[in-house]
């Protein structure tokens, strides 16, 4: 099994940044796929980036695309989202998921994720 723990959410400004860390255990990030996904209340999950690092293979939801980047450390066992020109509407809990699968498209469904972390707020207000 797959172990996440987010960090890195908070309050912030519009059109600032932030970066949120998802630290794996269990198994190594260069096996798994790892996606981060949002969800405000009252909306669907959403998803938001995804990487595999053995290809770095990445993925961007289209409402994050060109504003935020995604990363790994192999080392500490980590996947990083940063993210740049943040709006109001950026707000909500962000989720990292995990998933065994490492074959074909990189996934971006949250039913195709099998571990997912206990997530972290994101609040972006004037």
């Known amino acids: 099994q797959v172990q996440l723990v987010e960090s890195g959410g908070g309050s912030v400004q519009p059109g600032d940044s932030l970066g949120l860390s998802c630290a794996a255990s269990g198994r190594s990030i260069d096996s798994i796929t790892v996606g981060w996904f949002r969800q405000a209340p009252g909306k669907e999950r959403e998803f938001v980036a995804g990487?595999?690092?053995?290809?770095?293979?990445?993925r961007f939801g289209n409402s994050v695309k060109g504003r935020l980047t995604i990363s790994g450390d192999n080392a500490k066992n980590t996947v990083f989202l940063q993210m740049n020109s943040l709006r109001p509407e950026d707000t909500a809990v962000y989720y990292c998921a995990a998933s065994l699968s490492y074959s074909g498209i990189l996934m971006t469904s949250a039913g195709s994720y099998d571990y997912w972390g206990q997530g972290t707020q994101v609040n972006v207000s004037s």
């Open positions: 990487m595999r690092w053995r290809t770095r293979s990445t």
